[in-house]
């Protein structure tokens, strides 16, 4: 079974292994969608030639369709592009409330596509360097090219992205056909790293919200009583102080800091490291009065207006929130909001 976590990055990296041990394979991949669909565009599977699949394209409506097309391919023959609509009344067993429309792209891949290879490599590497990227494929051609956010272009026909309007895009998507062409960006951006501080009831309860997101999760406390397996199971706990721990994951900018301990020695030092670092979201537990009172505190070290106004605080979004599960649904759809509106693109 693959880890709950990364199983994008599994994917791709059980796709090199397969080409570079000599085995061929065929990629499948959501290129387009309407309606209601399970899994988003750029979701992708793999399928071998004995059959066996690897990744997820939809709730199991499109599977088996998907693997007797990727057989066929085996034999030989160019890309192919699918089209799947799922009825309303097949949509419910599948987990969607109405039906919807799927594209997926087909293609057979072996050992002796090394520029393929050479691309899978890169994107590999970069995301685990944890940076966002966009792979430009023409599906019907061999032309590929990746575009990482550090401005650097592997693959052939790297002259030819300027006639991609790439700027202010962050989501693959389907370009309209042109010039016979059927280009597809498709947008690899890192997990969010939710840090949580404090290992709290609340936390407990953003723990598994958070990871049903598929978020990465990590739990910090210096209190060995409260941050341990039996409350939080195999999710991420890390026993010292924030600020410490803090520094030795290292913060990006696809980074959220929750602090949730309600106790200024545990939460201030940590969030006095999220202030320093380029979390897009910080967020701290309390009420108004005590949100006023940390802030003064923070003004002792310096800190100006604007970088105080990072802090959300209270945390949360303003639904209501009263128990511990209202309170984590509420500070889980701030994170999201704040993602979606400081999102950045390669």
Request: aromatic residues 6%; hydrophobic residues 45%; charged residues 20%.
């Amino acid at each position: 079974m693959l880890p709950k976590l990364d199983i994008e990055l599994n994917v791709l990296s059980q796709v090199l292994d397969c080409l570079q041990n000599g085995q061929s394979l065929v990629l499948a991949t959501v290129i387009d969608t309407w309606g209601s669909s399970p899994r988003p565009v750029g979701s992708e599977m793999f399928i071998t030639q004995n059959g066996e699949i690897q990744g997820s394209l939809s709730g199991g409506c499109i599977e088996a369709s998907v693997v007797g097309e990727a057989m066929a391919l085996f034999g030989g023959g160019d890309p192919i592009i699918l089209e799947f609509g799922v009825s309303n009344e097949r949509a419910w067993e599948v987990g969607l409330s109405c039906g919807g429309m799927i594209k997926v792209h087909l293609e057979h891949l072996t050992s002796q596509d090394k520029d393929f290879i050479t691309q899978l490599q890169k994107i590999i590497r970069l995301r685990r360097q944890r940076m966002s990227m966009m792979w430009v494929r023409d599906l019907l051609s061999s032309f590929r090219v990746v575009l990482s956010e550090t401005g650097e272009t592997f693959g052939s026909g790297a002259v030819e992205t300027e006639h991609f309007a790439l700027s202010g895009i962050a989501e693959s998507r389907l370009l309209a056909p042109k010039d016979g062409r059927h280009i597809f960006l498709h947008h690899f951006e890192p997990k969010v790293h939710l840090i949580i501080i404090g290992a709290v009831h609340v936390a407990q309860c953003l723990v598994k919200l958070a990871e049903a997101l598929d978020f990465k999760v990590t739990v910090i406390d210096p209190r060995r009583a409260w941050a341990h397996e039996a409350r939080f199971g195999d999710t991420d706990c890390l026993i010292g102080w924030p600020d410490a721990a803090m520094a030795e994951i290292g913060l990006d900018r696809w980074t959220a800091i929750a602090a949730l301990s309600h106790d200024p020695k545990i939460d201030d030092p940590g969030l006095l490291t999220a202030l320093a670092s380029e979390a897009f979201y910080i967020g701290a537990l309390g009420s108004n009065r005590t949100h006023t009172q940390r802030l003064e505190r923070l003004r002792e070290s310096e800190l100006d207006a604007a970088e105080l106004q990072r802090i959300h605080g209270p945390i949360g979004l303003k639904i209501g929130a009263k128990t511990p599960n209202e309170i984590a649904l509420a500070i889980l759809a701030q994170v999201v909001a704040q993602k979606s509106e400081s999102r950045l693109i390669p």
